[in-house]
């Protein structure tokens, strides 16, 4: 059992890597499957899976041994965000953004946990809980707040595309926050420290801090890829293992190392983001493995909530771009309105799930894992069928436009001046 629990991880790994290539990216990018929720389903499948009792390579024990690894997958996404996150992505904005970005972020989360708050309390029927289903509650809404940098590019929106990519950017930052303060306020019930939230929040930043400034004195004496690549690894590990016996997020954690890294001048920044980078989609499939082994089938009731989501994400967003484009201080058009309401859900809204079933052993995960993954891909197929018509739209004025922009044949263009003549 161990030896083939052993091998069964060494091969999703494997997978996991190649499911990060370029030339499968690039594949993907061909059929507009690029979205990492989508494009990785079939990781959730194999979660699905490994976790039959038919197959039993992941079993409830063999989840729990697992959390480790989980746990620095999470780390290293927060570390990517963070060192993806530079402070003038807020200076370089015209002003209103800040205002927009409250909007299209509050919003949709205030919508989704709403909803699917109601939705839960229907199902479960049980008052008793009601702080629980707040956090759940919560975790849905700032899972569903996350929006894909890869909506304007659906609906071909070239000219908006930087400034809804950068209002992607920040809205991580949104989601890291909205997960830390979870984290320090919906303490889980075990024993340890008896602390305020606040006084947890403020652990959180300075563990960051302190994660952010150890790291960035060892990657300094860093001499070759490799060396910098094994420090990184070990930092990782030692931020996301201390957050995790902190019960704090290692997400946040790591994100504010990455930030105070990306921030701080050295040699090592243009090495340490290419590592980054190349791992990251790797990590995001693996956490999608993780989310097939946690979601139970036959529990029906994640299938009442995944509608639920995917309906008061949609909601949420369309309502939160009107309300920037009318309160928000700067003027949208039409295609960033289109671009900020209909847009597949960021990746970062799967680390939030998993990070959530690390924190809080309680937690419904039936239910929760279903809603994002699931809703995710049916926001996927609606963003689709609603962008498809859009684009060829789009193509066929582009390329009107470019014929009426054309120079016209020499012999023709004297012919005209004859005439005229």
């Known amino acids: 059992m161990v030896i083939r629990t052993t091998l069964a991880v060494l091969f999703l790994v494997g997978l996991a890597y190649l499911g990060g290539h370029p030339r499968v990216r690039a594949w993907e990018e061909r059929w507009r499957v690029a979205h990492v929720v989508t494009a990785g389903f079939p990781f959730v499948l194999l979660g699905l899976a490994a976790r039959h009792p038919a197959v039993g390579v992941v079993t409830a024990p063999v989840l729990a041994q697992l959390g480790t690894l989980f746990g620095f997958a999470l780390g290293w996404i927060g570390l990517v965000a963070g060192f993806r996150f530079d402070p003038r992505l807020l200076g370089g904005l015209p002003p209103g953004v800040a205002g927009i970005v409250g909007l299209a972020t509050s919003i949709p989360c205030a919508c989704v946990a ?34 894909a940098k890869t909506g304007a590019r659906l609906l071909g929106a070239a000219e908006s595309a930087g400034l809804v990519s950068r209002i992607a950017r920040i809205e991580e930052l949104v989601g890291v926050l909205g997960l830390a303060a979870v984290a320090a306020y919906f303490r889980p019930q075990a024993g340890g420290w008896q602390l305020p939230g606040t006084a947890w929040l403020l652990l959180t930043v300075g563990l960051g801090a302190a994660a952010g400034l150890l790291m960035y004195a060892m990657l300094s004496t860093a001499r070759s890829r490799p060396e910098l690549v094994v420090l990184t690894l070990g930092s990782v590990s030692f931020a996301a293992g201390v957050a995790g016996c902190l019960r704090l997020s290692p997400i946040g954690v790591t994100f504010l190392a990455g930030a105070l890294l990306a921030n701080f001048p050295g040699v090592h920044r243009a090495a340490l983001g290419a590592a980054l980078r190349r791992l990251e989609r790797p990590v995001y499939l693996l956490s999608l493995f993780a989310i097939g082994a946690l979601w139970d089938p036959s529990d029906w009731r994640g299938w009442v909530v995944m509608p639920v989501f995917m309906a008061a994400r949609l909601i949420g967003k369309r309502l939160g771009a009107n309300a920037a484009a009318a309160w928000g201080g700067l003027r949208l058009g039409p295609r960033e309105r289109e671009a900020l309401a209909v847009a597949p859900m960021g990746p970062l809204a799967i680390a939030i799930v998993v990070n959530a079933h690390l924190l809080y052993p309680d937690l419904a995960s039936s239910l929760i894992a279903p809603a994002v993954v699931g809703g995710g891909i049916l926001t996927e197929v609606v963003v689709q069928l609603v962008t498809r018509g859009k684009l060829s739209t789009m193509e066929r004025e582009a390329g009107a436009v470019g014929r009426i922009a054309a120079p016209r044949p020499a012999a023709s263009a004297a012919g005209s001046r004859e005439a005229i003549g």
Do not use: F, N
């Not at 909803?115 to 899972?143: E, F, K, N, Y």
């Open 114 to 147: 709403l909803l699917t708050g109601l939705a839960l309390l229907s199902i479960s029927g049980v008052p008793a809980h009601l702080p629980t289903l707040a956090r759940d509650a919560l975790i849905l809404g700032t899972a569903g707040a996350m929006t």
